[in-house]
């Protein structure tokens, strides 16, 4: 069904909140007057939600991953952990369990801060962390990640 996958690609690789895509989408498939009318079938359904759920942990990843610093479309450790948020209170709402996908992000976190360190100290650049150490505390907290596996010095590179 074409138009099914069509507004599967438009939640996957929607914008900064896949379930107003995930919404738009179901709503236009089975409510919109311009849609195509259809009932989903529970299968349908959950394949938008899984779409939704990538899209969320792509941009999750996304501004912890070293090499996308230098892009225009990186926005740091602070909008990591808003999407963070989003993603739990959106897998909370769907029912579905992402502690994989919590360690995952914490593997991730602690390797930033590691590179970034190193980087920053090492003088091969300034540092990217736009967040308070509290706040970089509070995340690995949230991730399940003990706040003693940060870098001692990770503090100096943060926010005030």
């Not at 995930?22 to 079938?41: C, E, F, M, V």
């Not at 952990?81 to 976190?109: H, K, P, S």
């Amino acid at each position: 069904m074409d138009v099914l996958e069509d507004e599967w690609y438009a939640v996957r690789y929607s914008g900064e909140i896949p379930e107003v895509a995930l919404n738009s989408a179901r709503y236009y498939l089975s409510h919109d007057a311009d849609g195509p009318g259809l009932s989903l079938s529970p299968e349908q359904n959950c394949r938008l939600i899984e779409a939704a759920q990538m899209r969320y942990q792509e941009i999750v990843l996304r501004d912890l991953q070293q090499a996308n610093r230098t892009t225009s479309g990186y926005r740091g450790i602070k909008r990591s952990m808003i999407n963070w948020q989003r993603y739990q209170t959106f897998c909370t709402r769907q029912q579905l369990d992402y502690g994989g996908f919590r360690r995952e992000v914490a593997a991730t976190l602690l390797l930033f801060v590691q590179q970034e360190v190193e980087e920053v100290e090492g003088g091969k650049r300034h540092t990217s962390i736009n967040c308070t150490y509290d706040e970089i505390c509070s995340f690995a907290t949230k991730l399940g990640l003990s706040v003693s596996k940060l870098p001692g010095s990770i503090s100096l590179l943060c926010r005030p």
